[in-house]
């Protein structure tokens, strides 16, 4: 690590020990059902209404059975939610990509690990979700499996506080007030603060750069460990051998080291939309045609 590295280990590590105590008196009024904050003139008449819609008695506390029982069914719907958005979203709203439906393995690890709070993206984002998927089937989880983590620590503090107590507290009640109170707060600062950023938001499709100069990167290929990876191929051909009037005849294959042809922005036979540009090496392919054997650049890539 480098000194500018430690120098933001330093300032993150000075950073969380200044806001362990004030975050830690106002996390006991958030988990308190009679807790009072700051936002109280603003979020409290929403809290009440989503008890009501929910049908929650905020004063009824839960027993260790009941809380892990209301947990264990709210991570279940969400995760069947999350797996069901991610099954149809090519029938679903925001999708400008036309991207289609997550296959089924992967889209049941998505849904687990996010409401797990693993956040585990075995895929690229932009390229296999759309907008609607990635906020209402991802995004949804970074605050409810987020609050749920939180609730579960605070019923573990609870059970050790309370020490000959029945009750936990009431899981739907932390659950609402660790959003309303904490993580959606904490989200609003961030998101202005990227805002007055110029980071950019939009439902539209995706835009294609167009260069003012077009140019030509080679990228070095790698293998696993970072070392390079050579640039001949051994392939199985036919050798050529003339007889005596020049004209080849076909003997047994052998196999032999065929370069690989380098990319050449002018060349007709490279993959369509490729335009030359891509860093791929691309395998050297021997082709017999009308008796001889030629050179071409193939059309495949060089995993």
């Known amino acids: 690590m480098n000194t500018f590295g430690w120098l933001q280990f330093l300032f993150y590590l000075v950073a969380l020990v200044l806001i362990t105590k004030p975050m830690g008196l106002y996390l006991i009024q958030v988990l308190d059902v009679n807790g009072r904050t700051w936002l109280d003139p603003v979020v409290k008449p929403l809290e009440r209404f989503t008890y009501w819609i929910m049908g929650v008695d905020s004063k009824r506390e839960h027993d260790w059975k ?115 109170y904490l993580l959606l707060p904490i989200c609003l600062v961030f998101a202005v603060f990227l805002v007055s950023q110029g980071m950019i938001q939009n439902f539209k499709p995706y835009t294609k750069a167009k260069l003012t100069e077009p140019f030509t990167i080679q990228v070095a290929k790698t293998d696993d460990k970072g070392q390079p990876v050579t640039t001949n191929v051994a392939v199985m051909v036919q050798m050529p051998r003339l007889d005596g009037k020049g004209k080849p005849v076909m003997t047994n294959g052998v196999a032999m080291m065929v370069d690989v042809p380098k990319l050449d922005e002018q060349r007709s036979d490279v993959l369509p939309g490729t335009d030359g540009e891509e860093p791929e090496t691309w395998l050297g392919r021997m082709e017999r045609h009308g008796g001889a054997v030629r050179g071409r650049s193939a059309h495949g890539l060089v995993g």
């Open 66 to 180: 009941q809380y892990t029982l209301a947990m264990l069914l709210f991570s279940l719907v969400s995760c069947l939610f999350t797996y069901a958005i991610l099954r149809l979203q090519h029938l679903l709203p925001l999708n400008p990509q036309g991207f289609g439906p997550m296959s089924t393995d992967l889209a049941f690890n998505t849904a687990v690990s996010f409401t797990t709070n693993t956040n585990w993206q075995n895929y690229g984002g932009e390229s296999t979700l759309s907008y609607f998927a990635q906020m209402v089937g991802l995004t949804l989880h970074n605050f409810l499996s987020a609050a749920v983590g939180i609730a579960l620590a605070a019923a573990l503090v609870r059970a050790i506080a309370r020490n000959s107590a029945k009750t936990l507290g009431n899981f739907w009640v932390d659950l609402v007030r660790l959003n309303y």
